[in-house]
């Protein structure tokens, strides 16, 4: 049998008796298959309650037999008189089969539980909360992720009180800021509907809370919306009256958010920005060789409306410019503070703040003053000899460009961002004929394969091509059950007017109830996954009842 890396197979109609091996992904996943054996061809045959996937090595750490030793090969005299004796093997122990079963029926037990609490709290309004030194975190992931962010956010307060001091007013000083995480993009979006698709999440003055989703399939990216608008919540408790301008404040925060996160010895999280962005970083690359690039001067200036993803990335990469070197990295860090603080040597405008901002009234230098600052800060005499060092740095960076544009398009089609579809597609078709060395290639092109090119049998085909790649990765099984299904949903969840429909044929019917159920059974922590698999299963009775 001639694989690539992985090939769904039929569901099984058989008896598996009850039973599980454990299973050790290579990116340190633990999953309980009902078997997991060797093949002579040196692979790994997954049986899942919903069906079997062949694997290669490549995606498997280690496997541990367990449970039913049926055809399990003894390694030594000491395994084959436990095998005599009826012993089985669990978690790297033998055991009497009583033991065993008493043990498996405490594991199903706890699991059974695990679900029950995770369904109990999969509404917001029953969402789990914990309160830190400065924050109320509220969420209906999990404990575990709420334990998580909680962590993160504190440790990014430390990390920012030390670079640039946080010392808000008295009254702030009490107030602790709500975080609310939701468990996905559709609870997101339900729960602000005002919000464009497109928003990954947000921080609002007026009800003092920061807002986002846990991203099950990529969990980077929510650390990063994470730090980026915990950003905006720091530099509002910096000066309550200060309104920022656009291209400073959301270059600040992208920067500060792009960070690398890690734990020491002791276990605690520690927080390093300035993580490069090499599709940002393509994106001015071209704009330079093309002459199409924002000048500094104009940069300076820009308004809120004219800022876009383009004006983006100039922005975060003029910041990442500064802070490339110490000396310019602490100059920028000083001016930032004075900014924030309303510290610079400047008279601030005062402003009507608007319904949505319960300070009444906000300040700001104008665009002139700020940049006048920032140069006189840096020593910069010559603007348009500074606009060509910072070029130059920026053009100089050596990237993998078809990676940078995969990365770019896979952004784009995941925020949802329409007028860049276009672009989105030629740089994914450019990743695909340079083999870029991601197994999200086929099904970030199976995405734009819906949304761009209103094609389901193109999506079809690439998420079956992203699944032999990549086996084990329960989005991609996700996304192709709902193309099987015939509804696709972008955040998982149907709307609440919403029905499946299921008219496709009886084949693609039974595909999706596989897929749906593999998904479930790869990320059993994500709840989305599980609610959509049981209202699909409804669905499915209908169907069959007909």
């Avoid at 405490?106 to 830190?132: K, M, P, V």
């Avoid at 991601?438 to 094609?455: C, E, I, N, P, W």
């Amino acid at each position: 049998m001639r694989l690539t890396n992985c090939l769904p197979l039929a569901c099984l109609a058989l008896a598996l008796p009850v039973s599980a091996d454990r299973l050790v992904t290579t990116d340190g996943r633990v999953l309980e298959v009902k078997k997991a054996r060797e093949t002579e061809e040196g692979h790994y045959r997954l049986v899942f309650e919903n069906g079997e996937l062949l694997c290669t090595k490549d995606h498997v750490a280690s496997v541990e037999i367990e449970g039913d030793m049926s055809d399990y090969i003894p390694k030594n005299d000491d395994e084959r008189d436990k095998l005599e004796q009826g012993y089985v093997r669990y978690e790297g122990k033998w055991m009497s089969k009583p033991a065993y079963e008493a043990e498996l029926n405490r594991r199903t037990d706890e699991a059974r539980a695990r679900t029950g609490e995770l369904a109990a709290h999969s509404e917001f309004h029953n969402a789990w909360e914990t309160e830190t030194k400065h924050f109320i975190v509220k969420s209906n992931t999990s404990p575990e992720l709420l334990e998580y962010y909680a962590e993160l956010l504190e440790a990014y307060y430390s990390l920012m009180d030390d670079r640039i001091g946080i010392k808000p007013t008295p009254s702030m000083k009490r107030t602790k800021m709500t975080v609310n995480i939701y468990k996905s993009h559709e609870d997101f979006m339900r729960a602000n509907p005002d919000k464009s698709p497109s928003v990954l999440g947000y921080f609002w003055s007026f009800n003092n809370t920061l807002n986002f989703f846990h991203d099950y399939a990529e969990p980077e990216r929510s650390d990063w919306v994470a730090l980026h608008e915990c950003t905006h919540l720091l530099t509002y408790l910096i000066d309550q009256d200060y309104l920022p301008q656009i291209w400073f404040n959301e270059a600040v925060a992208d920067y500060f958010g792009s960070s690398t996160i890690t734990r020491d010895k002791r276990g605690r999280i520690e927080i390093e920005p300035g993580l490069m962005q090499i599709d940002r970083v393509l994106t001015v690359q071209q704009a330079i060789r093309e002459k199409k690039d924002i000048s500094l001067a104009d940069l300076f200036l820009i308004s809120r409306d004219d800022f876009h993803g383009f004006q983006y990335a100039h922005a975060w990469s003029f910041v990442y410019f500064l802070c490339s070197d110490d000396k310019t990295r602490k100059t920028f860090e000083r001016f930032f503070k004075d900014l924030y603080t309303l510290d610079l040597n400047a008279k601030a405008e005062t402003l009507n703040a608007g319904f949505n901002d319960k300070t009444g009234t906000r300040k700001r230098y104008s665009p002139e003053d700020i940049r006048d600052g920032l140069l006189k800060k840096l020593k910069v005499k010559d603007i348009e000899a500074f606009d060509k060092e910072w070029k130059d740095f920026i053009a100089a960076i050596e990237i993998d460009a078809p990676k940078a544009r995969f990365k770019r398009a896979f952004n784009t089609v995941r925020q949802f961002n329409q007028d860049e579809f276009q672009t989105a597609w030629e740089d994914i078709q450019a990743a695909l004929e340079a083999n870029v060395d991601d197994t999200r290639v086929h099904y970030a092109r199976g995405l734009l394969q819906l949304f761009h090119k209103s094609s389901f049998k193109g999506a079809k085909s690439d998420f079956e091509k992203a699944i032999e790649v990549d086996p084990l990765n329960a989005s991609f099984h996700f996304a192709l059950a709902q193309v099987h299904s015939g509804t696709f949903r972008m955040g998982g969840r149907m709307g609440d007017d919403d029905e499946w429909k299921l008219d496709v044929p009886a084949e693609n019917v039974e595909a999706a109830k596989r897929e749906f159920g593999l998904a479930t059974e790869l990320a059993p922590e994500n709840d989305v996954y599980r609610t959509l698999n049981e209202e699909f299963l409804k669905a499915y009775a209908r169907f069959h009842d007909k």
